[in-house]
Structures are given as structure tokens and as C-alpha cells.
């Protein structure tokens, strides 16, 4: 295993409980910030024999009769924008690997990828896809990923929390208590709508932490059902004494609101337990949780879920500090065939024009390598939207090696704010100016086809 900044990956503290909402984030780094949703009230909504299996976050009140009311009205053909982080600072240049560029091999002479190993990108024939990004590569051939080389913003942090806050929040200033995509859903969100924002990684993302409107997490795909202090057979004929109880004749408003709520239980048990049992119309990969929630997402959203944003972190660990050649090509290739799979999954249901799909990372990784076979903390990193409503395009460009930042870094040639406001407006329909602090100094790139 590659190194890792000592204790910096969040997403382990949060599986390991030390950052739930409402509790406080040990103090890792001076001044790191607090993320977005820490402290939004939480409730265990629905539980499984495996433990807990979804959350729902600022919504104490919310009836279990709201899930049912929700996927009842879910608005076929709404839109959909989904999140992948690639946890930890990706190296940009190894994803697309500037072998065109007369410094990259003096700066990387161990890491540097070998003309013709890869793809070459199309839009720039300096840059090189890795190997194991061919699923990204295969999908870009086809015109169905856009491409941002050089993302990130003005005097970059190196920090993995504070940088990460700020695409988080969709802001420059720390101690926004709301990510980006939750302050979207508090403009149009429902009050009685958890599935609207999913963060799939177990916890909440706070990029889908909210002020007003309720948001869920999820660590599984498989199996949901409802939590019961006895098992079969009892527990069979109490789930089925719900259905009985709650299609009885009721001779008061207050009963017939039980017998309504009992059985609106048992309906939304059904409904939910079934799709633990997905089955999916493409090949995932084998061994692969990252594509395996992929896999389950699609067939949330063909069964109709009211699902609008959601959050899913990739495969792995980026935050190669040494070591970086092996655990970036394994970790990339379980995340881009992953992807790759996901959106042949959304073709052949027919939902290909519904979902985008954005990638990032906080930042990317130093021109030059390390002397332990690794890259330490950049500055402009890469992302990607994805999918057949996707324009395509190259956003930006690849700034080259010959003039690098104040700090030795690769220089930024798009802001991921930017980036935000063209989805927010070109995908979601919705103007950026109240989400996206000081929206209207940036020039929204093209990402969407017309």
C-alpha cells in the first residue's frame, strides 16, 4: 500500500464513527474546517439485520409515510447529477500523462508513462490516457465525457480537508455549513423527500448537507428492510399483521390515521425490500464494491426512486505519497470500469439521457515525483462529467510543464466553480447565482449538448 498523509482520510473517520453528524472532528490539522452537515441532526430510518442501513439527515419529523408518498410521486424523467470523488488528490498527470511534454521525463524519471502505453487523448496529443483509465477513454471516444486537464481555483491549498471543503461548499471561504448540492435542494427540494440528495458512502456527504430539506445515506445497496426485535416465524406474521391492521375499518380520525401510518409501513417495506434483489442488464465488474453500488443505483433509478443528486466516493485511495505506480493503476481501473458499466448499465435501460455523471478530486499531485516512487500535494488537479448528454469537450487546457506556478505546480486553467455553475444552469435547470457564491464572474463552459 501506498503512503498517506498520516490520519488525513475522513471518509476512514467516518466509518469509524469518529465524525457522525453531530459530533465534532478531531483536530487533524490546525484550522482545518468543520465539513458542511456536522451537527444536522440525524435519524436510523431503516435497519437491517447487517446493521444500519439507511440514514436520514435534518428531518427528526419526517413520517415513515413520507418514503412511500415520495416514491409515489417520483417525477419520471427528472434530471440526475452524480458525484464521484476520487478520495485523496489524484495525479492528474498520470491519468493523462503529458508524454508529449519535453520536461515530463526529467521530472518524473520513475513514474513517467512510456509513449504508446496508453490511448492518446484526442483533443490534445501531448496527453496519454493511462491504461487502466480505458474506460474513461472508450467513453470519451464516443463524445460522452468532458474533460477538464487543469481544474482547481486561485491560491491553492494543499490541504486534503480545507481544499476538499471548498469544492464541497462550492466556495473559497470556510464555515459554510452547506455543500453545494444540498443548498440546491433546499431551492427545490421536497419537504418530504430523503431520497432526493443520497450520499452513498454511509454517512453524509457534505456536499449534500442541507439547511431546510431532508437527505439520506447509504452504505449498501442489497437487501433493505425493517429493523424487528424477533425473528421468523414471529416476525414474518407481525409484518403481516401490519397489512391486516391497516385495511380495518376505523371508527375515529385518530384510528384511521394508525391503520393509514401501519399500513404505509408495510407498503414501503415491500417496495424497498424488493430492490436488494436487482438484477442488472449489463456485466459489472467482479469483486468491485465501488461498480457493485453503481450497479444498484441504476436500478434504483429505473424503479422509479425520487433520487435527484448523489454522492459516491471511487475505488480506493489517491493520496500517493510513495509507491504510486501500482495502487493508482489498480484503483483507477476498479473506478473508470466501473463507470464504464454504469453508463452502458443507463443506455440499455433507456435512463442515458437522465443521469451526469461528475468526477473530482481536491487537488492534484506535484510535477515531480518524490524520491519514494510517489508524488506529493499540487495544485490543478482533473475532472470529468460523464454521460450521453454530456458535450464532450475539453474544457480549459493542459497548461504544459514549461511554465509552472509560484509553488512548482501545474497552473489552473478552470475553476471547479465554474464547473459547478454550468451544471447547475445547462443540467439542473436552476440558476447558480443563489448557490454558487459570486456566480456571475465565472464563464460557464459548455458541458451539456443542446
Not at 508524454?99 to 496519454?128: H, I, N, S, W
Not at 445515506?217 to 421468523?232: F, H, K, M, R
Not at 492534484?364 to 460523464?386: L, M, Q, W
Request: with cysteine; proline share 6%.
Amino acid at each position: 500500500m501506498h503512503q498517506c498523509c498520516n490520519n488525513y482520510t475522513r471518509s476512514q473517520l467516518l466509518r469509524a464513527g469518529a465524525a457522525e453528524a453531530g459530533r465534532r472532528l478531531p483536530a487533524i490539522e490546525p484550522g482545518m474546517p468543520e465539513p458542511a452537515g456536522t451537527g444536522l441532526s440525524r435519524r436510523a430510518f431503516l435497519s437491517r439485520s447487517a446493521g444500519l442501513a439507511l440514514s436520514v439527515y435534518g428531518a427528526s419529523k419526517l413520517p415513515l409515510s413520507a418514503f412511500e408518498t415520495g416514491i409515489a410521486q417520483a417525477a419520471q424523467g427528472d434530471k440526475i447529477l452524480v458525484s464521484v470523488f476520487f478520495d485523496g488528490g489524484i495525479d492528474a498527470m498520470s491519468v493523462l500523462a503529458p508524454v508529449g511534454d519535453p520536461k515530463y521525463a526529467a521530472l518524473r524519471p520513475t513514474l513517467a508513462a512510456k509513449a504508446g502505453d496508453g490511448a492518446t487523448f484526442a483533443e490534445d496529443d501531448r496527453l496519454q490516457w493511462h491504461p487502466s483509465a480505458a474506460g474513461l477513454s472508450t467513453l470519451h471516444g464516443e463524445g460522452k465525457v468532458s474533460v477538464f486537464p487543469a481544474i482547481g481555483y486561485d491560491h491553492p491549498d494543499q490541504s486534503h480537508f480545507t481544499s476538499r471543503h471548498y469544492y464541497e461548499i462550492g466556495e473559497l471561504n470556510v464555515g459554510f455549513r452547506t455543500g453545494w448540492m444540498g443548498r440546491y435542494l433546499d431551492l427545490v427540494g421536497d419537504e418530504e423527500n430523503p431520497l432526493q440528495g443520497l450520499s452513498m458512502d454511509g454517512s453524509l456527504s457534505p456536499m449534500i448537507a442541507t439547511a431546510q430539506k431532508p437527505v439520506a445515506a447509504i452504505d449498501s445497496v442489497d437487501g433493505y428492510e425493517l429493523w424487528a426485535a424477533v425473528s421468523d416465524p414471529v416476525r414474518a406474521e407481525m409484518f403481516k399483521s401490519f397489512a391486516r391492521f391497516g385495511g380495518l375499518p376505523a371508527d375515529s380520525p385518530a384510528l384511521a390515521q394508525v391503520r393509514r401510518a401501519t399500513a404505509q409501513t408495510e407498503k414501503l417495506r415491500t417496495e424497498l425490500g424488493g430492490l436488494g434483489q436487482f438484477t442488472s442488464p449489463v456485466t459489472y465488474p467482479e469483486d468491485n464494491r465501488f461498480a457493485h453500488k453503481l450497479a444498484g443505483l441504476a436500478a434504483y433509478i429505473a424503479a422509479g426512486l425520487p433520487i435527484q443528486v448523489v454522492t459516491i466516493s471511487a475505488a480506493g485511495g489517491y493520496d500517493t505519497h510513495s509507491g504510486q505506480a501500482a495502487d493508482l493503476a489498480d484503483n483507477l481501473k476498479a473506478t473508470c470500469d466501473g463507470l464504464l458499466a454504469f453508463q452502458r448499465d443507463l443506455e440499455s435501460r433507456g435512463l442515458a439521457d437522465r443521469v451526469l455523471v461528475e468526477v473530482w478530486s481536491e487537488f492534484g499531485r506535484r510535477p515531480e515525483e518524490n524520491g519514494s516512487a510517489g508524488t506529493d500535494h499540487g495544485a490543478a488537479g482533473c475532472a470529468f462529467v460523464i454521460g450521453s448528454r454530456a458535450k464532450g469537450e475539453m474544457v480549459g487546457e493542459f497548461p504544459g510543464l514549461a511554465t509552472l506556478d509560484q509553488n512548482d505546480n501545474l497552473r489552473v486553467t478552470s475553476d471547479f466553480r465554474a464547473m459547478y455553475c454550468s451544471l447547475l444552469e445547462q443540467w439542473l435547470g436552476q440558476d447558480a447565482g443563489p448557490i454558487i457564491p459570486g456566480a456571475a464572474g465565472f464563464a460557464r463552459p459548455t458541458l451539456v449538448k443542446g
